[in-house]
Protein backbone atom coordinates (compact mmCIF):
# COMPACT_ATOMS: atom_id res chain seq x y z
CA UNK A 1 0.00 0.00 0.00
CA UNK A 2 1.37 3.32 -0.96
CA UNK A 3 3.00 5.21 1.71
CA UNK A 4 0.80 8.98 2.57
CA UNK A 5 3.05 11.63 1.27
CA UNK A 6 3.08 15.33 2.63
CA UNK A 7 3.25 17.80 -0.10
CA UNK A 8 3.83 21.65 0.03
CA UNK A 9 4.50 24.59 -2.78
CA UNK A 10 8.50 24.05 -2.15
CA UNK A 11 10.83 26.01 -3.78
CA UNK A 12 11.94 26.86 -6.95
CA UNK A 13 15.96 26.91 -5.85
CA UNK A 14 18.32 25.01 -5.49
CA UNK A 15 17.53 22.90 -8.73
CA UNK A 16 17.16 19.34 -8.02
CA UNK A 17 16.61 16.95 -5.83
CA UNK A 18 17.52 18.68 -2.23
CA UNK A 19 16.69 17.19 1.04
CA UNK A 20 16.55 19.33 4.43
CA UNK A 21 15.56 18.17 7.78
CA UNK A 22 11.82 18.03 7.49
CA UNK A 23 11.20 17.47 3.70
CA UNK A 24 12.62 16.80 0.23
CA UNK A 25 12.48 19.84 -2.39
CA UNK A 26 12.21 18.93 -6.10
CA UNK A 27 12.77 21.63 -8.52
CA UNK A 28 13.31 21.43 -12.52
CA UNK A 29 13.33 24.11 -15.21
CA UNK A 30 11.43 23.51 -18.25
CA UNK A 31 10.28 27.10 -19.67
CA UNK A 32 8.06 25.82 -22.41
CA UNK A 33 6.14 22.99 -20.41
CA UNK A 34 2.64 23.36 -19.72
CA UNK A 35 2.10 20.64 -16.92
CA UNK A 36 5.08 19.18 -15.13
CA UNK A 37 4.45 15.91 -12.62
CA UNK A 38 7.34 14.46 -10.79
CA UNK A 39 6.85 10.55 -10.46
CA UNK A 40 8.09 8.28 -7.22
CA UNK A 41 9.02 4.52 -8.38
CA UNK A 42 10.31 1.32 -6.58
CA UNK A 43 13.42 -0.54 -7.62
CA UNK A 44 12.50 -1.85 -10.88
CA UNK A 45 8.90 -0.73 -11.43
CA UNK A 46 7.97 0.76 -14.94
CA UNK A 47 5.45 2.72 -13.55
CA UNK A 48 5.38 4.85 -10.40
CA UNK A 49 3.29 4.48 -7.36
CA UNK A 50 2.53 8.13 -6.56
CA UNK A 51 2.72 10.93 -9.34
CA UNK A 52 2.32 14.71 -8.37
CA UNK A 53 1.86 17.54 -10.36
CA UNK A 54 4.12 20.38 -9.57
CA UNK A 55 3.85 24.57 -8.93
CA UNK A 56 4.76 26.60 -11.66
CA UNK A 57 6.87 29.92 -10.49
CA UNK A 58 8.50 31.33 -14.12
CA UNK A 59 10.02 29.04 -15.57
CA UNK A 60 10.44 26.72 -13.00
CA UNK A 61 8.59 23.93 -11.47
CA UNK A 62 8.67 22.54 -7.75
CA UNK A 63 7.27 20.21 -5.56
CA UNK A 64 7.97 19.16 -1.44
CA UNK A 65 7.12 16.32 -0.21
CA UNK A 66 7.56 14.31 3.25
CA UNK A 67 8.52 11.90 4.51
CA UNK A 68 9.66 9.52 1.65
CA UNK A 69 11.77 6.66 2.17
CA UNK A 70 15.43 6.68 0.39
CA UNK A 71 15.15 3.79 -1.58
CA UNK A 72 13.11 5.31 -3.70
CA UNK A 73 13.40 6.53 -7.91
CA UNK A 74 11.93 9.66 -9.10
CA UNK A 75 11.36 11.41 -12.29
CA UNK A 76 9.41 14.14 -14.35
CA UNK A 77 6.82 13.80 -16.97
CA UNK A 78 6.17 17.03 -18.88
CA UNK A 79 3.27 17.60 -20.74
CA UNK A 80 1.64 14.39 -20.55
CA UNK A 81 3.91 12.64 -22.89
CA UNK A 82 3.75 9.71 -21.22
CA UNK A 83 7.95 9.21 -20.83
CA UNK A 84 9.38 9.60 -17.53
CA UNK A 85 12.62 12.04 -17.79
CA UNK A 86 15.76 11.65 -15.88
CA UNK A 87 16.10 15.15 -13.66
CA UNK A 88 19.49 16.99 -15.21
CA UNK A 89 21.11 17.65 -11.47
CA UNK A 90 20.58 13.94 -10.36
CA UNK A 91 23.83 12.64 -8.47
CA UNK A 92 23.03 9.37 -8.55
CA UNK A 93 21.23 7.37 -11.44
CA UNK A 94 19.38 4.20 -10.66
CA UNK A 95 20.53 1.94 -13.61
CA UNK A 96 22.96 2.13 -16.58
CA UNK A 97 21.73 1.54 -19.63
CA UNK A 98 24.50 -1.00 -20.66
CA UNK A 99 25.38 -2.84 -23.59
CA UNK A 100 23.88 -6.34 -24.38
CA UNK A 101 22.13 -5.66 -21.21
CA UNK A 102 18.77 -3.69 -22.76
CA UNK A 103 16.50 -2.23 -19.41
CA UNK A 104 12.80 -1.56 -20.40
CA UNK A 105 12.28 0.89 -17.26
CA UNK A 106 12.34 4.15 -17.48
CA UNK A 107 15.68 6.01 -16.80
CA UNK A 108 15.52 7.53 -12.93
CA UNK A 109 17.44 9.15 -9.90
CA UNK A 110 17.62 8.09 -6.56
CA UNK A 111 16.65 9.36 -3.80
CA UNK A 112 19.63 8.23 -1.70
CA UNK A 113 22.29 10.78 0.07
CA UNK A 114 25.65 10.62 -1.84
CA UNK A 115 27.68 7.96 0.15
CA UNK A 116 30.35 9.73 2.82
CA UNK A 117 33.65 9.80 1.71
CA UNK A 118 37.55 9.92 3.46
CA UNK A 119 39.72 11.58 1.40
CA UNK A 120 42.18 10.84 4.43
CA UNK A 121 43.58 14.47 3.90
CA UNK A 122 44.82 13.79 0.36
CA UNK A 123 44.04 16.48 -1.82
CA UNK A 124 45.03 18.23 -5.28
CA UNK A 125 48.52 17.45 -6.57
CA UNK A 126 48.42 21.29 -7.97
CA UNK A 127 51.30 20.46 -10.77
CA UNK A 128 52.89 23.20 -12.53
CA UNK A 129 51.56 23.06 -16.13
CA UNK A 130 54.95 23.26 -17.47
CA UNK A 131 55.87 20.00 -15.84
CA UNK A 132 52.83 18.06 -16.73
CA UNK A 133 53.16 14.71 -19.11
CA UNK A 134 49.62 13.38 -20.21
CA UNK A 135 48.28 10.39 -20.71
CA UNK A 136 45.13 9.99 -22.91
CA UNK A 137 43.00 7.20 -21.91
CA UNK A 138 39.51 5.19 -21.88
CA UNK A 139 38.86 4.06 -18.70
CA UNK A 140 37.03 0.38 -19.66
CA UNK A 141 39.88 -0.35 -22.47
CA UNK A 142 42.77 0.00 -20.27
CA UNK A 143 42.33 -3.09 -18.16
CA UNK A 144 39.30 -4.67 -20.10
CA UNK A 145 41.57 -7.22 -21.96
CA UNK A 146 42.55 -10.90 -20.06
CA UNK A 147 46.41 -9.83 -19.99
CA UNK A 148 45.71 -7.13 -17.62
CA UNK A 149 45.70 -9.45 -14.90
CA UNK A 150 43.81 -7.55 -12.39
CA UNK A 151 42.14 -8.89 -9.54
CA UNK A 152 39.30 -6.61 -9.55
CA UNK A 153 36.74 -6.73 -12.48
CA UNK A 154 38.50 -5.62 -15.88
CA UNK A 155 37.51 -2.14 -17.21
CA UNK A 156 36.34 -0.85 -13.47
CA UNK A 157 37.71 2.28 -11.64
CA UNK A 158 39.29 -0.47 -8.99
CA UNK A 159 41.07 -2.17 -12.01
CA UNK A 160 42.69 0.84 -12.95
CA UNK A 161 43.99 1.43 -9.44
CA UNK A 162 45.83 -1.51 -9.78
CA UNK A 163 47.52 0.14 -12.92
CA UNK A 164 48.84 3.20 -11.26
CA UNK A 165 52.26 1.86 -11.14
CA UNK A 166 52.86 1.31 -14.29
CA UNK A 167 51.91 4.88 -14.96
CA UNK A 168 53.98 6.29 -12.60
CA UNK A 169 56.69 4.13 -13.86
CA UNK A 170 56.23 5.77 -17.54
CA UNK A 171 56.77 8.64 -15.91
CA UNK A 172 53.36 10.00 -16.28
CA UNK A 173 51.51 12.59 -14.25
CA UNK A 174 48.43 13.76 -15.46
CA UNK A 175 45.47 10.95 -16.96
CA UNK A 176 42.65 12.24 -19.44
CA UNK A 177 40.01 10.30 -19.24
CA UNK A 178 37.62 9.72 -22.42
CA UNK A 179 33.40 10.78 -21.05
CA UNK A 180 33.29 8.92 -17.89
CA UNK A 181 29.99 10.67 -17.49
CA UNK A 182 26.79 8.67 -17.84
CA UNK A 183 26.15 7.67 -21.62
CA UNK A 184 23.83 4.95 -23.13
CA UNK A 185 26.14 2.52 -24.55
CA UNK A 186 23.16 1.29 -26.75
CA UNK A 187 23.23 4.58 -28.76
CA UNK A 188 24.78 4.03 -32.02
CA UNK A 189 23.95 3.19 -35.52
CA UNK A 190 26.47 0.95 -36.44
CA UNK A 191 25.78 -2.60 -37.39
CA UNK A 192 29.21 -5.18 -37.94
CA UNK A 193 29.50 -5.82 -41.65
CA UNK A 194 30.36 -9.06 -40.42
CA UNK A 195 28.29 -10.27 -37.67
CA UNK A 196 25.09 -8.17 -38.39
CA UNK A 197 24.74 -7.39 -35.34
CA UNK A 198 24.72 -3.79 -33.81
CA UNK A 199 27.80 -1.88 -32.84
CA UNK A 200 28.31 -0.17 -28.88
CA UNK A 201 28.61 3.17 -28.40
CA UNK A 202 31.92 2.80 -26.80
CA UNK A 203 33.85 5.72 -26.74
CA UNK A 204 30.95 7.47 -24.75
CA UNK A 205 30.67 10.84 -26.42
CA UNK A 206 26.83 11.27 -25.96
CA UNK A 207 26.10 12.06 -22.31
CA UNK A 208 22.62 11.66 -20.70
CA UNK A 209 24.05 12.47 -17.26
CA UNK A 210 25.96 15.66 -16.35
CA UNK A 211 27.11 14.91 -13.09
CA UNK A 212 27.10 10.80 -12.62
CA UNK A 213 30.01 8.67 -13.10
CA UNK A 214 29.58 5.58 -15.05
CA UNK A 215 28.22 2.61 -13.43
CA UNK A 216 29.17 0.00 -15.73
CA UNK A 217 32.89 1.33 -15.30
CA UNK A 218 32.01 0.27 -11.56
CA UNK A 219 33.16 -3.32 -9.92
CA UNK A 220 29.86 -3.68 -9.12
CA UNK A 221 26.89 -2.02 -9.91
CA UNK A 222 25.05 -0.72 -6.63
CA UNK A 223 23.36 2.38 -6.90
CA UNK A 224 25.98 4.88 -5.63
CA UNK A 225 29.11 2.35 -5.77
CA UNK A 226 30.42 3.64 -9.04
CA UNK A 227 30.75 7.22 -7.76
CA UNK A 228 32.73 6.24 -4.02
CA UNK A 229 34.72 3.90 -6.44
CA UNK A 230 35.84 6.69 -8.29
CA UNK A 231 36.74 8.99 -5.76
CA UNK A 232 38.63 5.73 -4.70
CA UNK A 233 40.07 5.76 -8.19
CA UNK A 234 41.00 10.00 -8.06
CA UNK A 235 42.48 9.59 -4.31
CA UNK A 236 44.88 6.74 -5.35
CA UNK A 237 46.34 8.52 -8.35
CA UNK A 238 46.22 12.15 -6.28
CA UNK A 239 48.08 10.03 -3.78
CA UNK A 240 50.69 8.82 -6.82
CA UNK A 241 51.18 12.45 -7.68
CA UNK A 242 49.13 12.15 -11.13
CA UNK A 243 46.24 14.63 -11.94
CA UNK A 244 43.48 13.66 -13.14
CA UNK A 245 41.20 15.72 -16.50
CA UNK A 246 38.17 14.84 -17.47
CA UNK A 247 36.98 14.52 -21.36
CA UNK A 248 33.99 16.57 -20.74
CA UNK A 249 31.09 17.01 -23.70
CA UNK A 250 28.81 19.80 -22.98
CA UNK A 251 28.13 20.44 -26.97
CA UNK A 252 25.31 17.92 -27.56
CA UNK A 253 23.43 14.76 -25.95
CA UNK A 254 22.92 11.29 -27.00
CA UNK A 255 18.86 10.25 -26.11
CA UNK A 256 18.54 12.80 -23.58
CA UNK A 257 15.79 13.54 -20.72
CA UNK A 258 16.57 17.34 -21.81
CA UNK A 259 14.91 17.15 -25.16
CA UNK A 260 11.76 16.03 -23.37
CA UNK A 261 12.08 18.52 -20.73
CA UNK A 262 13.02 21.91 -23.03
CA UNK A 263 14.26 21.39 -26.14
CA UNK A 264 13.88 24.46 -27.15
CA UNK A 265 16.10 26.44 -24.03
CA UNK A 266 18.56 23.37 -24.17
CA UNK A 267 19.02 22.87 -27.61
CA UNK A 268 19.87 25.10 -30.76
CA UNK A 269 16.08 24.75 -32.52
CA UNK A 270 15.61 26.30 -36.52
CA UNK A 271 12.89 28.39 -37.46
CA UNK A 272 11.57 25.20 -38.63
CA UNK A 273 12.12 23.71 -35.22
CA UNK A 274 14.90 21.23 -35.85
CA UNK A 275 18.18 20.63 -34.23
CA UNK A 276 21.15 22.63 -35.51
CA UNK A 277 23.92 20.33 -35.79
CA UNK A 278 27.62 21.86 -35.62
CA UNK A 279 29.25 18.88 -34.18
CA UNK A 280 28.17 15.90 -36.60
CA UNK A 281 26.43 13.90 -34.00
CA UNK A 282 23.51 16.38 -34.20
CA UNK A 283 21.41 18.08 -30.65
CA UNK A 284 23.69 20.53 -30.40
CA UNK A 285 23.32 22.25 -26.74
CA UNK A 286 23.19 25.98 -26.56
CA UNK A 287 25.44 26.59 -24.18
CA UNK A 288 25.01 30.18 -23.88
CA UNK A 289 21.51 30.23 -22.59
CA UNK A 290 21.41 31.46 -18.83
CA UNK A 291 19.41 28.12 -17.93
CA UNK A 292 21.94 25.96 -19.78
CA UNK A 293 24.93 27.98 -18.89
CA UNK A 294 23.85 26.97 -14.95
CA UNK A 295 23.63 23.48 -15.90
CA UNK A 296 27.74 23.54 -17.23
CA UNK A 297 28.57 25.14 -14.27
CA UNK A 298 27.03 23.32 -11.73
CA UNK A 299 28.29 20.12 -13.21
CA UNK A 300 31.82 20.84 -13.68
CA UNK A 301 31.70 22.14 -9.67
CA UNK A 302 30.36 19.24 -9.18
CA UNK A 303 33.45 17.21 -10.40
CA UNK A 304 35.55 19.33 -8.85
CA UNK A 305 34.32 19.90 -5.13
CA UNK A 306 32.86 16.30 -4.57
CA UNK A 307 35.21 14.44 -6.81
CA UNK A 308 38.46 16.41 -6.61
CA UNK A 309 39.22 16.18 -10.64
CA UNK A 310 41.98 18.51 -11.05
CA UNK A 311 40.53 19.78 -14.85
CA UNK A 312 38.54 19.54 -17.84
CA UNK A 313 39.10 18.87 -21.52
CA UNK A 314 36.05 19.89 -23.59
CA UNK A 315 35.16 18.01 -26.35
CA UNK A 316 34.40 20.83 -29.74
CA UNK A 317 35.26 23.56 -27.49
CA UNK A 318 34.07 25.69 -30.00
CA UNK A 319 29.98 25.00 -29.64
CA UNK A 320 30.27 26.57 -26.17
CA UNK A 321 30.94 30.35 -28.19
CA UNK A 322 28.09 29.93 -30.65
CA UNK A 323 24.83 31.82 -29.62
CA UNK A 324 21.32 29.94 -29.59
CA UNK A 325 21.58 30.60 -33.42
CA UNK A 326 24.96 29.41 -33.93
CA UNK A 327 26.75 32.90 -34.57
CA UNK A 328 30.19 32.51 -32.62
CA UNK A 329 30.91 34.70 -29.56
CA UNK A 330 33.76 36.57 -28.81
CA UNK A 331 34.05 35.33 -25.90
CA UNK A 332 30.84 33.94 -24.62
CA UNK A 333 29.08 34.28 -21.91
CA UNK A 334 30.12 30.46 -20.71
CA UNK A 335 33.65 30.75 -21.30
CA UNK A 336 33.52 34.67 -19.21
CA UNK A 337 31.64 32.65 -16.50
CA UNK A 338 34.18 29.93 -16.42
CA UNK A 339 36.93 32.42 -16.08
CA UNK A 340 35.19 33.98 -13.28
CA UNK A 341 34.39 31.26 -11.45
CA UNK A 342 36.94 31.17 -8.44
CA UNK A 343 36.48 27.18 -8.11
CA UNK A 344 36.83 26.48 -11.86
CA UNK A 345 39.67 29.46 -13.10
CA UNK A 346 41.51 27.58 -10.89
CA UNK A 347 41.42 23.62 -12.54
CA UNK A 348 43.28 22.78 -15.49
CA UNK A 349 40.99 23.98 -18.32
CA UNK A 350 41.45 22.38 -22.05
CA UNK A 351 39.83 23.03 -25.42
CA UNK A 352 39.07 21.18 -28.22
CA UNK A 353 39.28 24.60 -30.09
CA UNK A 354 36.96 23.92 -33.10
CA UNK A 355 33.91 22.30 -34.18
CA UNK A 356 32.06 20.61 -36.68
CA UNK A 357 31.49 22.93 -38.77
CA UNK A 358 34.20 24.44 -40.04
CA UNK A 359 34.43 27.03 -36.40
CA UNK A 360 38.27 26.55 -35.90
CA UNK A 361 39.57 29.28 -32.89
CA UNK A 362 43.11 27.77 -32.14
CA UNK A 363 45.01 30.34 -30.44
CA UNK A 364 41.35 32.23 -29.84
CA UNK A 365 40.83 30.57 -25.95
CA UNK A 366 44.02 31.36 -24.00
CA UNK A 367 43.40 35.00 -24.67
CA UNK A 368 39.76 34.26 -22.85
CA UNK A 369 41.05 33.26 -19.77
CA UNK A 370 43.47 30.27 -18.18
CA UNK A 371 43.24 27.76 -21.05
CA UNK A 372 45.04 25.64 -22.26
CA UNK A 373 44.20 23.92 -26.07
CA UNK A 374 44.27 20.68 -28.18
CA UNK A 375 47.17 21.84 -30.64
CA UNK A 376 45.94 20.56 -33.92
CA UNK A 377 48.57 22.75 -35.75
CA UNK A 378 50.88 21.13 -33.79
CA UNK A 379 50.09 17.83 -35.17
CA UNK A 380 49.80 18.73 -38.26
CA UNK A 381 52.97 20.50 -38.32
CA UNK A 382 55.07 17.48 -37.23
CA UNK A 383 53.89 14.92 -39.10
CA UNK A 384 53.86 16.56 -42.67
CA UNK A 385 57.97 17.92 -41.34
CA UNK A 386 58.92 14.36 -40.29
CA UNK A 387 57.37 12.48 -43.17
CA UNK A 388 59.48 14.69 -45.36
CA UNK A 389 57.47 17.65 -46.46
CA UNK A 390 59.09 20.60 -47.89
CA UNK A 391 58.99 24.07 -46.95
CA UNK A 392 57.92 22.85 -43.24
CA UNK A 393 61.13 23.66 -41.36
CA UNK A 394 59.92 27.07 -40.22
CA UNK A 395 56.71 25.91 -38.80
CA UNK A 396 58.40 22.39 -37.24
CA UNK A 397 60.87 24.75 -35.70
CA UNK A 398 58.32 26.93 -34.11
CA UNK A 399 55.80 24.27 -32.97
CA UNK A 400 59.13 22.57 -31.84
CA UNK A 401 59.49 26.07 -29.16
CA UNK A 402 55.79 26.70 -27.99
CA UNK A 403 53.46 26.93 -31.47
CA UNK A 404 54.18 31.16 -30.77
CA UNK A 405 53.09 32.08 -34.02
CA UNK A 406 49.54 30.92 -32.49
CA UNK A 407 49.99 31.77 -28.99
CA UNK A 408 52.86 34.62 -28.89
CA UNK A 409 50.92 36.89 -26.59
CA UNK A 410 50.54 34.02 -23.85
CA UNK A 411 53.16 31.13 -23.15
CA UNK A 412 53.86 27.53 -24.30
CA UNK A 413 51.73 26.55 -22.24
CA UNK A 414 48.47 27.38 -24.04
CA UNK A 415 49.81 24.33 -26.22
CA UNK A 416 48.68 20.93 -25.55
CA UNK A 417 50.89 18.59 -27.47
CA UNK A 418 50.64 16.15 -29.35
CA UNK A 419 51.06 13.47 -32.54
CA UNK A 420 48.02 11.26 -31.83
CA UNK A 421 44.67 11.17 -30.24
CA UNK A 422 41.70 8.88 -29.80
CA UNK A 423 40.29 10.62 -32.94
CA UNK A 424 42.25 9.44 -35.46
CA UNK A 425 45.25 7.37 -36.64
CA UNK A 426 47.42 6.11 -33.68
CA UNK A 427 51.34 6.49 -33.93
CA UNK A 428 51.58 2.87 -35.27
CA UNK A 429 49.10 3.03 -37.95
CA UNK A 430 50.07 6.66 -38.66
CA UNK A 431 53.96 4.75 -39.81
CA UNK A 432 51.81 1.92 -41.24
CA UNK A 433 48.74 2.80 -43.36
CA UNK A 434 48.39 5.08 -45.94
CA UNK A 435 44.49 5.02 -46.05
CA UNK A 436 41.96 4.86 -43.15
CA UNK A 437 40.61 1.45 -42.76
CA UNK A 438 37.27 1.56 -40.97
CA UNK A 439 35.60 -1.01 -42.82
CA UNK A 440 34.57 -2.85 -39.14
CA UNK A 441 32.74 0.34 -38.29
CA UNK A 442 29.82 -0.56 -40.79
CA UNK A 443 29.44 2.89 -42.49
CA UNK A 444 31.08 1.78 -46.11
CA UNK A 445 34.45 3.46 -44.70
CA UNK A 446 32.51 6.69 -44.77
CA UNK A 447 33.47 7.76 -41.64
CA UNK A 448 36.87 9.14 -39.95
CA UNK A 449 39.37 11.71 -41.25
CA UNK A 450 40.41 11.34 -44.97
CA UNK A 451 43.18 13.76 -44.26
CA UNK A 452 45.94 12.53 -41.78
CA UNK A 453 49.60 13.60 -43.05
CA UNK A 454 50.47 9.84 -42.47
CA UNK A 455 53.42 7.99 -44.45
CA UNK A 456 53.31 4.32 -44.90
CA UNK A 457 56.86 3.89 -45.51
CA UNK A 458 56.41 2.23 -48.91
CA UNK A 459 53.85 -0.59 -48.12
CA UNK A 460 49.98 -0.73 -47.08
CA UNK A 461 49.55 -2.56 -43.59
CA UNK A 462 51.43 -5.02 -41.74
CA UNK A 463 54.50 -6.45 -43.36
CA UNK A 464 57.34 -8.81 -42.71
CA UNK A 465 59.99 -7.05 -44.90
CA UNK A 466 62.78 -6.35 -42.15
CA UNK A 467 63.72 -2.81 -43.78
CA UNK A 468 59.94 -1.72 -44.31
CA UNK A 469 59.87 -2.62 -40.24
CA UNK A 470 63.51 -0.66 -38.84
CA UNK A 471 62.29 2.49 -41.10
CA UNK A 472 58.49 2.74 -39.22
CA UNK A 473 60.23 2.29 -36.12
CA UNK A 474 62.78 4.84 -36.28
CA UNK A 475 59.51 7.53 -37.73
CA UNK A 476 58.28 6.44 -34.59
CA UNK A 477 61.21 7.15 -32.47
CA UNK A 478 61.71 10.46 -34.61
CA UNK A 479 58.04 11.19 -33.52
CA UNK A 480 58.49 10.32 -29.41
CA UNK A 481 61.38 12.52 -30.26
CA UNK A 482 59.65 15.73 -31.03
CA UNK A 483 56.76 15.11 -28.69
CA UNK A 484 59.25 15.30 -25.60
CA UNK A 485 61.23 17.55 -26.47
CA UNK A 486 59.04 20.28 -27.23
CA UNK A 487 57.96 23.26 -25.48
CA UNK A 488 54.29 23.15 -24.17
CA UNK A 489 52.52 20.33 -22.57
CA UNK A 490 53.26 17.23 -24.33
CA UNK A 491 50.01 14.44 -24.82
CA UNK A 492 50.61 10.76 -24.75
CA UNK A 493 47.89 8.57 -26.34
CA UNK A 494 47.46 5.23 -24.36
CA UNK A 495 49.03 2.40 -26.16
CA UNK A 496 51.30 4.02 -28.29
CA UNK A 497 54.05 3.66 -25.66
CA UNK A 498 54.45 -0.36 -26.82
CA UNK A 499 52.89 0.83 -30.46
CA UNK A 500 49.36 -0.29 -30.75
CA UNK A 501 47.98 -0.63 -34.05
CA UNK A 502 44.12 -0.27 -34.69
CA UNK A 503 44.89 -1.79 -38.25
CA UNK A 504 44.04 1.30 -39.85
CA UNK A 505 41.00 2.34 -38.14
CA UNK A 506 41.10 6.00 -37.63
CA UNK A 507 37.73 5.95 -35.87
CA UNK A 508 36.87 2.80 -34.02
CA UNK A 509 34.45 4.87 -31.61
CA UNK A 510 32.49 1.77 -31.78
CA UNK A 511 34.72 -1.32 -31.78
CA UNK A 512 34.61 -3.01 -27.64
CA UNK A 513 37.69 -5.13 -28.56
CA UNK A 514 41.53 -5.19 -29.29
CA UNK A 515 41.44 -2.22 -31.61
CA UNK A 516 40.82 -0.09 -28.74
CA UNK A 517 41.93 -2.80 -25.58
CA UNK A 518 45.54 -1.70 -24.04
CA UNK A 519 46.80 -5.05 -24.78
CA UNK A 520 49.21 -5.80 -21.78
CA UNK A 521 50.63 -8.66 -23.57
CA UNK A 522 52.02 -6.38 -26.36
CA UNK A 523 53.53 -4.07 -23.74
CA UNK A 524 55.71 -7.53 -23.14
CA UNK A 525 56.81 -8.01 -26.48
CA UNK A 526 57.84 -4.41 -27.13
CA UNK A 527 59.34 -3.57 -24.19
CA UNK A 528 61.74 -1.82 -26.24
CA UNK A 529 59.39 0.70 -27.57
CA UNK A 530 58.33 1.37 -23.81
CA UNK A 531 61.88 1.94 -22.60
CA UNK A 532 62.89 4.42 -25.45
CA UNK A 533 59.50 6.57 -24.15
CA UNK A 534 60.06 6.29 -20.36
CA UNK A 535 63.45 7.60 -20.88
CA UNK A 536 63.08 9.77 -22.90
CA UNK A 537 60.35 11.25 -20.24
CA UNK A 538 62.51 11.25 -17.42
CA UNK A 539 64.97 13.17 -19.80
CA UNK A 540 62.52 15.96 -20.33
CA UNK A 541 62.03 15.79 -16.74
CA UNK A 542 66.22 15.87 -15.90
CA UNK A 543 65.85 19.41 -18.21
CA UNK A 544 63.88 22.30 -17.35
CA UNK A 545 65.34 24.22 -20.47
CA UNK A 546 62.80 21.69 -21.83
CA UNK A 547 59.56 22.82 -20.38
CA UNK A 548 59.27 26.61 -19.79
CA UNK A 549 56.82 28.22 -18.36
CA UNK A 550 57.74 31.00 -21.29
CA UNK A 551 59.21 31.18 -24.81
CA UNK A 552 62.61 30.88 -25.32
CA UNK A 553 64.78 34.34 -26.40
CA UNK A 554 67.85 34.31 -28.40
CA UNK A 555 69.63 34.58 -25.70
CA UNK A 556 68.87 31.31 -24.93
CA UNK A 557 69.34 29.28 -27.89
CA UNK A 558 71.33 29.01 -30.93
CA UNK A 559 69.88 27.97 -34.33
CA UNK A 560 72.26 25.52 -37.02
CA UNK A 561 72.16 23.90 -39.92
CA UNK A 562 74.75 21.54 -41.04
CA UNK A 563 76.93 24.34 -40.41
CA UNK A 564 77.28 25.99 -36.49
CA UNK A 565 74.71 29.04 -36.64
CA UNK A 566 73.66 28.85 -40.28
CA UNK A 567 70.26 27.67 -40.07
CA UNK A 568 69.20 27.01 -43.51
CA UNK A 569 64.88 28.04 -43.83
CA UNK A 570 64.21 27.85 -47.63
CA UNK A 571 61.59 25.85 -48.88
CA UNK A 572 63.57 22.65 -49.83
CA UNK A 573 65.41 22.33 -46.64
CA UNK A 574 63.99 19.57 -44.33
CA UNK A 575 66.80 20.02 -41.35
CA UNK A 576 66.48 21.63 -38.10
CA UNK A 577 68.95 21.52 -35.28
CA UNK A 578 69.67 24.30 -32.16
CA UNK A 579 71.39 24.42 -29.26
CA UNK A 580 70.16 25.25 -25.93
CA UNK A 581 72.87 28.20 -23.56
CA UNK A 582 74.32 27.41 -20.50
CA UNK A 583 76.68 25.38 -18.59
CA UNK A 584 75.35 21.92 -19.94
CA UNK A 585 74.25 22.73 -23.48
CA UNK A 586 71.89 20.26 -25.48
CA UNK A 587 72.29 20.04 -29.07
CA UNK A 588 69.36 18.86 -30.84
CA UNK A 589 68.86 17.36 -34.88
CA UNK A 590 65.87 16.50 -36.76
CA UNK A 591 67.17 15.40 -40.49
CA UNK A 592 63.80 14.46 -42.53
CA UNK A 593 65.60 14.00 -45.68
CA UNK A 594 65.83 10.79 -47.45
CA UNK A 595 69.59 11.48 -47.41
CA UNK A 596 71.89 10.89 -44.69
CA UNK A 597 73.10 14.91 -43.00
CA UNK A 598 76.31 15.12 -42.41
CA UNK A 599 76.58 17.93 -39.37
CA UNK A 600 79.00 20.04 -37.70
CA UNK A 601 78.74 20.66 -34.50
CA UNK A 602 79.56 23.74 -32.54
CA UNK A 603 83.08 23.56 -31.06
CA UNK A 604 81.74 25.83 -27.59
CA UNK A 605 81.84 22.26 -25.77
CA UNK A 606 82.40 18.42 -25.75
CA UNK A 607 79.75 16.87 -27.29
CA UNK A 608 78.70 13.08 -26.22
CA UNK A 609 75.60 11.50 -28.03
CA UNK A 610 72.52 10.86 -26.01
CA UNK A 611 70.40 9.03 -28.31
CA UNK A 612 70.00 8.92 -31.99
CA UNK A 613 67.03 7.83 -33.84
CA UNK A 614 69.02 6.00 -36.29
CA UNK A 615 70.02 3.33 -34.40
CA UNK A 616 67.58 0.95 -31.85
CA UNK A 617 65.30 1.42 -28.89
CA UNK A 618 68.48 1.50 -26.32
CA UNK A 619 70.13 4.20 -26.86
CA UNK A 620 69.57 6.86 -24.02
Not at 26 to 33: D, E, V
Not at 194 to 206: A, I, M, Q, R, S
Not at 319 to 336: E, F, K, M
Amino acid sequence: MPIPIKTSPGSPFPLGCTKSPDAINFALFAAHATTVMLGLFKPGANTPDHTIPLTRTGDYWHIALSPLPEDMLYGYQCDDNNVWLLDPYAKIIDASPLWDHPTTTPLLASLKDIPAFDWEGITYPNIAKENLIVYEMHVRGFTIHPSSQTAAPGGSYAAMIEKIPYLTKLGINAVEFMPIYEFDENNSHGIDPVTKEKLPNYWGYDPISYFAPKRNYGANHSVGGALTEFKTLVKALHKNGIEIILDVVYNHTGKSSLQGIDKNTYYMIDAAGHYRDFTGCGHTISANQAPVQDLILASLRYWVEECHVDGFRFDLASTLTRANDGRPLDPSPLIVAIKRDPILSQRKLIAEAWDAVGLYQLGCFPKWGPWSEWNGRYRDILRRFIKGSNDKTGLFANALFGSEFLYHNDTPLASINFITAHDGFCLRDLVTYQSKHNWPNGEMNRDGCNHNDNWNCGVEGLTKDPHIIELREKQMRNFWLALLLSQGIPMLLMGDEYGHTRHGNNNPYVQDNELNWFLWYELEENGHIFDFVQQLIAFRKKHPELHQAHFLASDSIDWHGHTPYQPDWSPTSRFVAFSTKGPKPLYIAFNAHFLTAEVELPSNCPWQTVVNTQYGWDQL
